[in-house]
C-alpha cells in the first residue's frame, strides 16, 4: 500500500514539476539559473514523499568561487532529487541525448540549458570536454559531472574517468567535490527512510596544473571523496538511531 501510494504521489509531483517548469523555460530557455531552481523543487517536493530526511552543507564561500566543475558520486536515480538541493545557480549538468526523449522530463532537461552529448557518435563523443571547456569559457557557468560514469548500485565508490578533470584543468576552474550518503537503502514500500547527508568540500585549485597533472588531481578527489562518504554514511547512521530511540 506504502509502495503504491508513494509511486502515484512521486510520479504525479515529478510530471507537475516538469510540465511547470517546460512552460517557465519556454519564455527563457536554456538559461543556466533555471536548474539550480527547478533541481530544488524536486528536492524541496519529492524527498519528503520517499520517507527521506536530507541534510546539506555548501561550501561557505561557494557563490564567490566562480566558474567550477562540481563532481558527485552517482549511486541511483535517487540522486536527482537527494542531492538537487545543492545544486548552485548557473550550473548545469552534462547527459545523453537520449534523456530528451524521457516523457516530460526530457524536455525539462534541454530547456533548462544542460549540455547534451551524442554518445553514440564515437567521434562527437571525444570532443565532449572540448565542449565543456567551451560552454564554461563563454556561458561563464559552472559544469556538474559524474566521473564514475554510470551508476554505483551499491559498489561502493567506483574508480573515476579523467574527463571531469581533463575539462578543469583545459579550463582553468577549480574542481568542487560533492559527497552524498548511501541512497541504496531507499524502498518505496518502507514509511521511513532515514537520514541522508550531502556535503560539498572545499574547490580544489586547478589553474597551476597541465594535463600531466591530471591523474594526481583525479587520485586526489577520489581520495577525499571516498573517505568524506563513509563519514557520511557513519553520521547518517548514527542519526537513524537517534531517530529510533
Not at 99 to 123: C, E, H, M, S
Request: aromatic residues 8%.
Amino acid at each position: 500500500m506504502i509502495l503504491i501510494l508513494r509511486a502515484i504521489i512521486v510520479f504525479t509531483v515529478g510530471i507537475l514539476i516538469c510540465v511547470f517548469g517546460s512552460l517557465f523555460c519556454l519564455f527563457n530557455p536554456r538559461n543556466p539559473k533555471n536548474v539550480a531552481r527547478f533541481a530544488h523543487l524536486f528536492c524541496y517536493f519529492l524527498a519528503p514523499p520517499l520517507g527521506v530526511k536530507v541534510t546539506t552543507r555548501a561550501y561557505p564561500n561557494i557563490k564567490n568561487v566562480g566558474s567550477c566543475v562540481f563532481i558527485a558520486n552517482h549511486q541511483n536515480n535517487y540522486d536527482m532529487i537527494v542531492a538537487a538541493k545543492i545544486v548552485q545557480p548557473n550550473t548545469v549538468t552534462v547527459g545523453k541525448k537520449s534523456l530528451v526523449w524521457i516523457p516530460f522530463f526530457g524536455i525539462l532537461y534541454y530547456l533548462t540549458g544542460n549540455i547534451l552529448i551524442d554518445r553514440q557518435n564515437k567521434a562527437k563523443a571525444r570532443n565532449t570536454i572540448a565542449q565543456v571547456v567551451d560552454e564554461i569559457k563563454t556561458r561563464h557557468i559552472s559544469i556538474w559531472m559524474f566521473p564514475e560514469g554510470t551508476r554505483s548500485h551499491g559498489r561502493g565508490l567506483l574508480p573515476f574517468k579523467t574527463g571531469a578533470f581533463k575539462a578543469a584543468i583545459a579550463a582553468g576552474v577549480p574542481i568542487v567535490p560533492i559527497c552524498v550518503s548511501n541512497t541504496n537503502n531507499i524502498h518505496l514500500n518502507k514509511w521511513n527512510n532515514g537520514h541522508l547527508i550531502v556535503e560539498m568540500l572545499e574547490p580544489i585549485e586547478t589553474k597551476n596544473l597541465n594535463k600531466e597533472d591530471t591523474h594526481a588531481l583525479m587520485q586526489q578527489c577520489y581520495d577525499l571523496m571516498a573517505n568524506k562518504i563513509a563519514e557520511l554514511d557513519q553520521e547518517a547512521r548514527a542519526l537513524d538511531k537517534q531517530s529510533a530511540n
